[in-house]
């Protein structure tokens, strides 16, 4: 074997990089967890200063300040011995209901990482492994991933972009949420559209049960309700939106799931399917967001669909091309992508 010297420490660039990145996921959470970032936030500080703010222990926040300035999460000034965040860093690290929060990202692949022994099996089996199976921190954390972008897109644009679909909701009509989660979607439509009503939809029983408590806490539970039913089973219909988010590519049978949604829809009713960005070919996804995706998508999309009756994976990459296939076959008449973002494409189906 003959190795080339400069290609050969490229690589090892490459993975010390991404050893400090892997380690770095635990200290970003610590920091959130612990308010370490929301007490830097606010003013530069000494690590025994900021380890006093937040009630921990100086020698731990001082390793911890060293690493996440290492890392370009937060600021060093050798003169004073101070660390800080700039306005950049405090924006993706400090506020949750922003529109992008780092550490809610680090927090969901933190808690897909924990099954990892349980990843091997279906490596070698083929079988799949549930949503349910997985640590609570995957479903925090994907909620505290997903719902900044969310809360940034999913009113101001991506739902004025599905045609006459705006108008309807401010005049009132019926809305499923399916694959809820959570029920961050479902209770940032209602917030939005007082005059419609929502029903949210997970199998996760743990997940539905947690969407109640949110919509009781933001005074939504005369409009909105949820039912622990999968995509093939969720009832109540006609509907005149339904709604997926982030969920249709981690359904073991999505054609069934789409055939369902038609048949919950009114005849001038629509489907808006958020899914990630993707492009139609590996060769389109090969950078940084297809490789997050890609990663995500063996440990927690692909075991989740091949768990399920059906057995059919389409990945967190699909892109557009499978998804208006299975939109098609399943019977609708109109297919268009209406919106996208970095991290999302959005779709609207039409019977």
Known sequence: ???????????????????????AAGGIVIGCRLGLYRALGAAPALPEELARLTNTAPRYVEEWLRGQAAGGYVEYDAATGRYSLTEEQAFC???????IFAPGAFQLALGALKAEPKIVDAFRTGAGLGWHEHDEDVFTGCERFFRPGY???????????????EEKLRRGVRVADVGCGHGASTVLMAEAYPASVFTGSDYHHDSVDQARKRAASAGLDGRVQFEAA???????????LVTTFDALHDMGDPLGAARHVLSQLTPDGTWMIVEP???????????????????????????SALSQEGGYSLGAQ??????????????????????????????????
């Open 277 to 303: 960005a993707a492009g139609d070919t590996v060769s389109d996804n090969l950078n940084p967001v297809g490789r997050v995706y890609y990663s995500f998508s063996a440990f927690l999309c692909v075991p």
């Open 318 to 351: 699909a892109g557009e091309e499978p998804i208006r296939r299975l939109v098609n076959d399943a019977g609708f008449t109109r297919f268009r992508r209406a919106a996208e973002t970095p991290f999302n494409n959005v779709y609207e189906a039409k019977p």
């Open 151 to 165: 809360s940034a897109n999913l009113v101001s644009q991506w739902l004025p972009a599905l045609g006459g679909v």
């Open 1 to 23: 074997m003959t190795v080339n010297e400069t290609k050969l420490m490229d690589f090892v660039h490459k993975f010390v990089g991404d050893l400090g990145a892997t380690m």
């Open 93 to 99: 690290l400090t506020d949750p209901d922003g529109p």
């Open 230 to 240: 999968g995509a093939q089973g969720f009832s109540g219909g006609p509907y005149d």
